[in-house]
Structure formats: C-alpha cells, structure tokens
C-alpha cells in the first residue's frame, strides 16, 4: 500500500488549502483514512480522520471548524480542506490509512511521504 500526500504549499493567514492523498495499492473503500501534522519541535498530532465508508469523521476541538476531510473511493483519493488558516497550522501534513478504528493513532499502518504547509502571518 502506497500513500503520496500533495497540494501543501505556502499561503497568507486567513487562506485555504486543499490537500490530497492518493491511495494505490489497497482496496481503498475498505480504509479508514487520517490526517495528522508535525511542527519542527513538535509532537506528531491528530488532525481529522474519517471511517472508510466515509459517513463518520473525527476532528480534534482545536481545529474543528476549519477543516474538513473527506474521501472519493472512486478516486482513491482522500481530501483535507483547510479555511482560515493560521501561522500555528504550519507544519508537515501527513495522511495515513487504517484497517482498523479511524479515531486511533496507533490503529494506522500505511504512512504517506507528508507535505509541507507554511502558514504566512
């Protein structure tokens, strides 16, 4: 199973981003699909997750009402929108696929390369 995370890129506070991850390999309807993002210094953390069927999904309270994920099995692809975007949300965005429970960071076990998003204040 491969994972290839892009659309990360440099952009002003306030702005948007749509980020992609394009699964192959896999039977792609069958994953529960994550995101998650590290800072230089930081923890890797939990951005959003969404169950394989797509009809459930998961945000931390810190990041709830900016961003979306979702995922189009026909495309083997899952999605992260980003809105209002800020400096803090700079970091390397990563997205992860799961066999398993989509809402548990240890449950995932197919890691993409990540893309860097820089957040300009």
């Known amino acids: 199973v491969q994972l290839q995370a892009f659309g990360g890129g440099l952009v002003q506070a306030g702005g948007s981003l749509r980020l992609s991850c394009v699964v192959s390999?896999?039977?792609?309807?069958?994953?529960?699909m994550g995101w998650f993002r590290q800072a230089p210094g930081k923890e890797r953390e939990f951005v959003a997750a969404?169950?394989?069927?797509?009809?459930?999904?998961y945000y931390p309270d810190s990041v709830k009402s900016r961003i979306t994920i979702s995922k189009d099995n026909a495309k083997n692809t899952a999605y992260l929108q980003m809105n209002s975007l800020k400096p803090d949300d700079t970091a390397v965005y990563y997205c992860?696929?799961?066999?398993?429970?989509?809402?548990?960071?240890?449950?995932?076990?197919?890691w993409g390369q990540g893309t860097q998003v820089t957040v300009s204040s």
């Open positions: 969404i169950s394989w069927s797509g009809d459930n999904t």
């Open positions: 992860a696929a799961t066999f398993g429970d989509y809402r548990i960071r240890r449950q995932y076990d197919y």
């Open positions: 390999g896999g039977t792609f309807s069958r994953f529960g």
